[in-house]
């Protein structure tokens, strides 16, 4: 089978078995797409821990409204972090699987405004607590 019928090859054809699709890739590359999944969900867990901490080890830095506030967002920059993890090891070793470029993904635009908005949040949370 050629690439060009490989890249046709959608998981309906294998019934939702995408990791069936194309051949088996070099080891060493799926082992370093599994690190790398790794890797993000333990800066998932990292978030987790700050919303934690925040919300818990900071009630005189600022307003509970916005200690609430900031953990929050952590918490959801941490969910959209281990989705972004799954669905990039996944799109990372099909397409390794079927021979094709590794695909681009626009999350991590996203996540990084989150980071920054996340960042300037934090600065006045400290910002607050010295005042204070």
């Given at each position: 089978?050629?690439?060009?019928?490989?890249?046709?090859?959608?998981?309906?054809?294998?019934?939702?078995?995408w990791?069936?699709?194309g051949?088996?890739?070099?080891?060493?590359?799926?082992l370093?797409?599994?690190?790398?999944?790794?890797?993000w969900?333990?800066?998932?867990?990292?978030?987790m821990a700050?919303?934690?901490?925040?919300?818990?080890?900071?009630?005189?830095?600022?307003?509970?409204e916005?200690?609430?506030?900031?953990?929050?967002?952590?918490?959801?920059?941490?969910?959209?972090?281990?989705?972004?993890?799954?669905?990039?090891?996944?799109?990372?070793?099909?397409?390794?699987?079927?021979?094709?470029?590794?695909?681009?993904?626009?999350?991590?635009?996203?996540?990084?405004?989150?980071m920054?908005?996340?960042?300037?949040?934090?600065?006045?949370?400290?910002?607050q607590?010295?005042?204070?």
């Amino acid at each position: 089978m050629s690439q060009r019928d490989n890249t046709n090859l959608s998981t309906d054809n294998l019934n939702g078995k995408w990791w069936q699709a194309g051949k088996t890739p070099d080891y060493r590359f799926t082992l370093a797409n599994e690190r790398t999944f790794l890797a993000w969900i333990r800066t998932a867990l990292a978030l987790m821990a700050g919303a934690v901490g925040i919300e818990q080890f900071s009630p005189a830095l600022s307003s509970a409204e916005l200690r609430t506030t900031l953990a929050m967002l952590l918490l959801v920059a941490a969910t959209g972090t281990g989705v972004m993890a799954w669905r990039r090891w996944r799109e990372n070793e099909y397409a390794m699987r079927l021979d094709n470029d590794l695909p681009y993904t626009s999350g991590l635009l996203l996540l990084s405004g989150l980071m920054l908005l996340l960042a300037i949040l934090l600065a006045v949370l400290l910002w607050q607590g010295r005042g204070g």
